[in-house]
Nanobody
Framework: QVQLEESGGGSVQAGGSLRLSCTGSGYTGSTYCMAWFRQPPGKERELVSTIASGGSTYYADSVKGRFTISRDNAENTVYLQMNNLKPEDTAEYYC??????????????????????WGKGNLVTISS
């Protein structure tokens, strides 16, 4: 059974940094498309960033230049380094994944479609 568990959320002031981690179990992560989504209070969930099995990355315009996604396949872990945080980054952050076969069906990892597995979420709060 595939499980994803996020950690590293919390509260910081604007301009600060946080690093989120997502550790997976029940699968071999190297071939999986991994993604971070977030859901701000009262808003819909949105894609933040993805990283493909080959290392290609995608970032939403709102976080480009501030957030960095990376992965450690040996540890089945994906990270989201978040710098220069803004109050509008406040959200529940979710890790998600899908296997390589889904990437082939949807055509790309970048757009974050077809996520088969989700973490429970991790709250990030940025104060001004």
């Amino acid at each position: 059974q595939v499980q994803l568990e996020e950690s590293g959320g919390g509260s910081v002031q604007a301009g600060g940094s946080l690093r989120l981690s997502c550790t997976g179990s029940g699968y071999t992560g190297s071939t999986y498309c991994m993604a971070w989504f977030r859901q701000p209070p009262g808003k819909e969930r949105e894609l933040v960033s993805t990283i493909a099995s080959g290392g290609s990355t995608y970032y939403a315009d709102s976080v480009k230049g501030r957030f960095t996604i990376s992965r450690d396949n040996a540890e089945n872990t994906v990270y989201l380094q978040m710098n220069n945080l803004k109050p509008e980054d406040t959200a529940e952050y979710y890790c998600a994944a899908h296997p390589a076969i889904v990437t082939r069906v949807v055509g790309t990892c970048a757009i974050g479609h077809g996520m088969a597995y989700w973490g429970k979420g991790n709250l990030v709060t940025i104060s001004s």
